[in-house]
């Protein structure tokens, strides 16, 4: 069993600063680490891999940096990472990075699975699993949030959406793209951590990916879409009261409550 993990090297969103006046994310504010929902991509590899056997390839595309994060993925029960490092690669919106990670697959030839997660948490778009999918012309299944078995010919899984909840079979090769909620990433240890950071991460340039990629395609050239602005909403200022004593407190709510309509 062949298996691609997509995987993105993300600010930590949770202490990521926002310039307002320039409307950009000041990503050197924040550490880099895996974008949180392809470690449940990771997490599922990992898991088939355990019962059918086979070898895992984590797949990246960005700065020079972002091979720590494939370091991690290596120490997370990858095999090999290839990192897609080219200033020609910059700048691109979410198709262009389809087609280059699409081509990126096409070289590495041989798989029956590509996993990714169902977002990242800095573009939120949710576009490149599915684009990846359509590009490579195979089937796609999206919010994958559980594994139901895992065959020599296909995988079933549970796909849950806003209006209902859906078991799909699917023959080899399929794209998934799985939800938080499909397992619960394990850490990697201090053994696999040391062995990874000895691992080769591969870099392809755009040379590298020479017959599958039209470089018209690729990065801010092939992109038709581009982030204009990002706007950060100020909070509103919050008036509060403090009240020690509960009736007076209740009372004082059961009033304001009635001024506005509410009850």
Same mark, same amino acid.
């Given at each position: 069993?062949? &298996?691609?993990?997509?995987?993105?090297?993300?600010?930590? &969103?949770?202490?990521?600063?926002?310039?307002?006046?320039?409307?950009?994310?000041?990503?050197?504010?924040?550490? *880099?680490?895996? @974008?949180?929902? +392809?470690?449940?991509?990771?997490?599922?590899?990992?898991?088939?891999?355990?019962?059918?056997?086979?070898?895992?390839?984590? /797949?990246?595309?960005?700065?020079?940096?972002?091979?720590? #994060?494939?370091?991690?993925?290596?120490?997370?029960?990858?095999?090999?990472?290839?990192?897609?490092? +080219?200033?020609?690669?910059? =700048?691109?919106?979410?198709?262009?990075?389809?087609?280059?990670?699409?081509?990126?697959?096409?070289?590495?030839?041989?798989? +029956?699975?590509?996993?990714?997660?169902?977002?990242?948490?800095?573009?939120?778009?949710?576009?490149?699993? *599915?684009?990846?999918?359509?590009?490579?012309?195979?089937?796609? %299944?999206?919010?994958?949030?559980?594994?139901?078995?895992?065959?020599?010919?296909?995988?079933?899984? %549970?796909?849950?959406?806003?209006?209902?909840?859906?078991?799909?079979?699917?023959?080899?090769?399929? /794209?998934? #793209?799985?939800?938080?909620?499909? @397992?619960?990433?394990?850490?990697?240890?201090?053994?696999?951590?040391?062995?990874?950071?000895? #691992?080769?991460?591969?870099?392809?340039?755009?040379?590298?990916? *020479?017959?599958?990629?039209?470089? +018209?395609?690729?990065?801010?050239?092939?992109?038709?879409?581009?982030?204009?602005?990002?706007?950060?909403?100020?909070?509103?200022?919050?008036?509060?009261? %403090?009240?020690? @004593?509960?009736?007076?407190?209740? =009372?004082?709510?059961?009033?304001?409550?009635?001024?506005?309509? /509410?009850?």
């Amino acid at each position: 069993m062949n &298996i691609i993990v997509l995987v993105k090297q993300v600010p930590d &969103i949770e202490r990521v600063k926002f310039d307002v006046e320039t409307g950009r994310i000041d990503r050197s504010s924040a550490p *880099a680490e895996i @974008n949180p929902f +392809d470690l449940n991509a990771i997490e599922a590899a990992v898991q088939i891999k355990e019962k059918m056997g086979g070898f895992i390839t984590a /797949l990246s595309m960005g700065p020079m940096q972002a091979v720590s #994060s494939l370091r991690d993925a290596i120490a997370r029960g990858v095999d090999d990472a290839i990192l897609l490092e +080219d200033r020609r690669f910059a =700048g691109a919106d979410t198709l262009a990075t389809s087609h280059t990670l699409a081509a990126a697959v096409r070289k590495i030839g041989s798989y +029956d699975i590509v996993l990714c997660g169902e977002k990242t948490v800095d573009g939120d778009t949710g576009q490149v699993g *599915a684009e990846v999918a359509e590009l490579l012309e195979i089937p796609h %299944v999206y919010y994958a949030s559980r594994i139901v078995n895992v065959s020599e010919k296909s995988i079933t899984v %549970v796909s849950e959406t806003e209006d209902a909840s859906y078991t799909l079979e699917s023959s080899y090769p399929v /794209l998934i #793209s799985v939800t938080r909620d499909v @397992n619960k990433p394990r850490l990697p240890t201090l053994k696999s951590k040391m062995k990874a950071m000895k #691992s080769e991460v591969k870099i392809w340039r755009a040379e590298d990916l *020479a017959g599958f990629l039209e470089l +018209d395609k690729a990065g801010y050239a092939g992109s038709p879409t581009w982030v204009q602005k990002v706007v950060v909403q100020k909070e509103k200022t919050r008036q509060g009261r %403090v009240y020690r @004593n509960v009736e007076d407190g209740l =009372g004082e709510l059961i009033r304001l409550l009635e001024s506005k309509g /509410l009850i």
